[in-house]
């Protein structure tokens, strides 16, 4: 078993302390692989070295379409190796090969989708002749990029790819649970010719590796996916150095069912929504707004599908859904249940580590639907980032409006009815970064994705997501020069 190691100004690296974590599977506990674990120090290694590449210059003189040409040869070799990025994905995290490997695919989308956006900027028409103002956009600097377990390529690409259109040197900081992929990356990335020093990897805990790429002055931007609470700690962290931050938190996303809705459809989609990948989703539908009407109707139709939902192990061909990440996320699930209950929430279905055979050693739990839920529940409030739908009644449009906004997080949410214009109005209403009508999930490496309110700051994908890794400049020239003459000239009679 090959250790992984840091990758820090071209060179692979063991961490000076000589520490390792075993990566173990979440379906079995099995060692997936063993990764060097880094300290401050590696880390600072990493920062010299992307700055001074960043600094050296030489990787963004590289041509905007010399840049576009390089990521569409990082998507050639990631499609080439697929299987072994997907396998290694799958390993890390036990989501079915099936799921890795569309999430691989969609790495490789997110690779040609950066490659096809052109070079921004543009002239600022000031009205005279002899001024040219333009408008440049040059790469940020050093990006310190930091990403969670639950999908932990995909968001990787989202920083990579954008990082390295805009010329920028960068960090890499997978979540220490999942590192493989990013590893597998940074191989890529060498064999697509990107220089030394401005791809890095740092491997190791957040706690650990976290403070340099955060409060060190030679990081211009942190661009962060992952909780809340981290979030919250990065953005005080760079705040000393004022640095750029680009945070994807958590989302607490409403799934709003009216009675005029395609209720088969909706119903199908809601049990998605809610247990896709165990629930470890940012934007998973975990909460359901039902119209009154057809909530006996809806609860009992969801929770018949929750008991049909098979989990397994990545290589099990029935399985639809495999485990939680790590014991401690499921201790975390488990209290975000015990509060749920002390607060009167009703189990319907599920609510506890699943048991069964082949699951014994996995950190499984139950698909769980959870009724008789209030605004003022925690189970509401807060992401229980494992498969547990709550459900709500309204009665009225304005009320599922009401209840869809009374949430800190504005990841993202649904609305399903046949009324196009209410369909609208809601959409309108509803203070998410995205809204799904009449359909649940999908999203488009062209269209940007990011959170109102506490789900994050700035965009990822599409345009603006681009634009996260560059900063603005205005270049003003003047053809004719002359004087500004706006105080007295003492040399010069006035007249
Ligand atoms: P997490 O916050 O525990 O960790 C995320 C990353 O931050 C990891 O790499 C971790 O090592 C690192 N980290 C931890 N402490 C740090 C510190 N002090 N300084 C710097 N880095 C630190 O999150 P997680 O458990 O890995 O991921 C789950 C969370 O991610 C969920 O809340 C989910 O909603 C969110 N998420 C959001 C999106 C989105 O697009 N908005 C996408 C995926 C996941």
Known sequence: ???????????????????????????????????????????????????????????????????????????????????????????????????????????????????????????????????????????????????????????????VAPALLAGCSFIVKPSELSPSTAVLLMHTLVEAGVPAGVANLILGAGSEVGAPLTTDPRIDLVSFTGGLQTGKHIMASAAATVKKVALELGGKNPNIIFADADLDAAIDNAVTAGFLHSGQVCSAGTRLLVEASIHDQVVSELTRRAGLITLGGPDDATAETGPLISEGHLNKVLGYMSRAISEGAQVLIGGKRASGIGLEQGWYFEPTVLDRCTTTMSCVQDESFGPIITVESFTSESEAIRLGNDTIYGLSGAVWSSDAAKCDRVAAALRHGTIWINDYGPYRPEAEWGGFKASGVGRELGGSGLHEYLEAKHLWRNTSPGRSGWFRDGGHSSE
Not at 6 to 21: D, L, Y
Not at 128 to 140: F, G, T
Not at 148 to 157: A, G, R, T
Request: aromatic residues 8%; charged residues 25%.
């Open 1 to 159: 078993m090959t250790l992984l190691r840091h990758f820090i100004n071209g060179t692979w690296q063991e961490s000076a302390t000589g520490r390792v974590r075993e990566i173990r599977s979440p379906h079995d506990q099995h060692v997936v692989t063993t990764a060097t674990e880094g300290d401050a120090a590696d880390a600072l290694q990493a920062i010299v070295a992307a700055r001074a590449s960043f600094d050296g210059g030489a990787f963004r003189s590289w041509s905007w379409q010399d840049r576009q040409a390089l990521l569409r040869r990082v998507a050639d070799l990631i499609e080439r190796d697929l299987n072994i990025y997907a396998a290694a994905e799958s390993g890390d995290t036990a989501k079915r090969l099936i799921e890795a490997e569309y999430d691989i695919a969609d790495v490789i989308s997110v690779f040609r989708f950066n490659a096809t956006i052109s070079e921004p900027g543009h002239s600022v028409d000031v009205g005279r002749s002899e001024i040219s103002s333009r408008i440049a956009y040059e790469p940020v600097g050093v990006c310190a990029l930091i990403g969670p377990w639950n999908y932990p390529l995909l968001q990787i690409s989202w920083k």
